[in-house]
């Protein structure tokens, strides 16, 4: 058999602008839109090279526009460096030290299997993702990672205000009265703190609800009546919730959902 002669091969924009006798900018969309097979196969990249006797064909219902972005939800394991870093939801310290990106979780084959993505999944997806919903490496729970650049900037300028909601584990006895001091009636970094919703879930299990929280705060907060956190789960931020997704799973922001 003779083998394929590589050095005919050609840009995959080149050869389906030849073929349609449409525009090079034109095939490019159709490409990165995920509407174009070679050999029978998906094929997002452009840049690809294919030989003469390569089938090229475009799918039906293609349309040459560009992609949305997108901003994906992720449910981040323990042990994973997501955003800025920090010790607390809405910390900015440094990142630990070898840790694994969070980003690295967000593949075609983690996306939650009934969270129904309002595109079809592409490979462009998960390329220029920006997270501004940072939790530090050893806490679990719900980061925002977009594409756009209006969400981009609607997260770093509204988390400061933005009710997050967690769930702390915590070990030693409570102090008297200790229950309604972490409600209102601390300081942290000498400035009193404002009320904040704080309830017991189980016995070893706080739910926090506040805004603004500050590198450390949680944390400080329970060892000023007695405890000590042992983990951290972030379950909401603003009206976007973490459930259904299991850890390591991710899903779409749906159109109609808002922060």
């Given at each position: 058999m003779t083998a394929p002669d590589e050095t005919?091969?050609?840009?995959?924009?080149?050869?389906?602008?030849?073929?349609?006798?449409?525009?090079?900018?034109?095939?490019?969309?159709?490409?990165?839109?995920?509407?174009?097979?070679?050999?029978?196969?998906?094929?997002?990249?452009?840049?690809?090279?294919?030989?003469?006797?390569?089938?090229?064909?475009?799918?039906?219902?293609?349309?040459?526009?560009?992609?949305?972005?997108?901003?994906?939800?992720?449910?981040?394991?323990?042990?994973?460096?997501?955003?800025?870093?920090?010790?607390?939801?809405?910390?900015?310290?440094?990142?630990?030290?070898?840790?694994?990106?969070?980003?690295?979780?967000?593949?075609?084959?983690?996306?939650?299997?009934?969270?129904?993505?309002?595109?079809?999944?592409?490979?462009?997806?998960?390329?220029?993702?920006?997270?501004?919903?940072?939790?530090?490496?050893?806490?679990?729970?719900?980061?925002?990672?977009?594409?756009?650049?209006?969400?981009?900037?609607?997260l770093a300028e509204d988390i400061e205000t933005l009710e997050q909601e967690c769930i702390v584990q915590v070990t030693g006895r409570i102090a008297d009265g200790g229950l309604q001091r972490l409600c209102h009636g601390l300081e942290f970094n000498g400035r009193a703190l404002p009320p904040i919703k704080v309830s017991w879930q189980s016995e070893q299990r706080l739910r926090f609800a506040l805004k603004g929280i500050r590198p450390g705060q949680v944390p400080a907060m329970c060892a000023a009546v007695g405890l000590s956190v042992v983990a951290l789960k972030r379950l909401r931020i603003g009206r976007v919730a973490l459930a259904p997704l299991a850890e390591g799973q991710w899903r779409y922001l749906r159109p109609w959902e808002r922060f």
């Open positions: 005919q091969a050609i840009r995959l924009s080149k050869r389906l602008a030849a073929d349609l006798g449409c525009s090079r900018r034109e095939a490019e969309l159709y490409i990165e839109g995920g509407w174009v097979q070679v050999d029978g196969r998906l094929a997002e990249e452009p840049g690809l090279r294919v030989r003469p006797d390569q089938q090229v064909q475009l799918q039906s219902g293609a349309r040459a526009e560009e992609a949305p972005p997108v901003t994906l939800l992720l449910h981040k394991p323990p042990g994973y460096e997501a955003g800025l870093g920090g010790i607390e939801p809405g910390a900015h310290a440094s990142r630990s030290r070898g840790a694994p990106e969070a980003l690295t979780l967000l593949q075609p084959d983690s996306l939650h299997a009934e969270g129904g993505p309002p595109v079809r999944v592409l490979q462009r997806h998960f390329r220029q993702l920006q997270c501004h919903t940072p939790l530090p490496t050893e806490a679990s729970g719900l980061v925002v990672y977009t594409q756009d650049r209006r969400m981009a900037r609607r």
